[in-house]
């Protein structure tokens, strides 16, 4: 399984949404972050085996990530893409589908160009910006936003939006009960631990 980031412009601090995709991105790589690789493998879903205790790799994860505007014409036409030397294309900053609801005074002030192409977007539904199946459509390339993409084995890319895996931090324990007084042997112990759920972020 693949997890890729697609990177748009070159201040992706101005998308809100887009920072936010990014942090989910790198706290999910950090999460399945293995301490110490396990045969070449840095990350995966891992599972504590309860006869060994050793840390056992269930899927092995690969993250990537890629700059959008460095390589727009792998992705989309070539009508979508700037032309070298060309200022790149604006980013949206809405939902809504192209043509970007950007000012000429913000294209400037971004140092970016305003895409009138739209292609099949608004023509063909397979093309919409909802259709996370095909994360490059028409609609999307016109007004490219910063995205996470999910590869698994040989199937098609698809989008991840409200998705996107979330790996929650570890609960805290708070107390430690014993269930008897006294036990006649240390195997037969039972004890019970009072967990502090973790706090659900944004």
Not at 88 to 112: K, V
Not at 144 to 154: A, C, I, N
């Amino acid at each position: 399984r693949v997890y890729a980031l697609v990177l748009v412009g070159s201040n992706p601090s101005r998308d809100r949404s887009g920072i936010d995709m990014l942090r989910k991105f790198v706290s999910l790589a950090q999460a399945r972050k293995l301490p110490s690789p396990l045969r070449g493998q840095t990350h995966c879903v891992v599972r504590r085996n309860a006869f060994t205790g050793a840390d056992e790799c269930m899927e092995t994860l690969k993250f990537v990530a890629i700059h959008f505007d460095a390589f727009c014409r792998e992705f989309c036409q070539a009508d979508f893409c700037p032309q070298s030397g060309q200022p790149l294309n604006c980013p949206t900053t809405s939902a809504d589908t192209p043509p970007c609801e950007i000012s000429a005074d913000a294209a400037q002030r971004w140092f970016c160009s305003r895409n009138a192409h739209t292609g099949k977007c608004g023509v063909e539904p397979e093309h919409g910006i909802a259709n996370n199946a095909r994360p490059f459509s028409d609609c999307w390339c016109a007004c490219p936003k910063t995205q996470v993409l999910e590869y698994v084995r040989s199937q098609a890319s698809v989008r991840l939006k409200e998705a996107m895996p979330v790996v929650p931090p570890k609960p805290e324990i708070a107390s430690v009960d014993l269930l008897l007084d006294m036990e006649p042997e240390a195997e037969s112990q039972l004890v019970r631990l009072n967990v502090v759920p973790p706090p659900i972020g944004p």
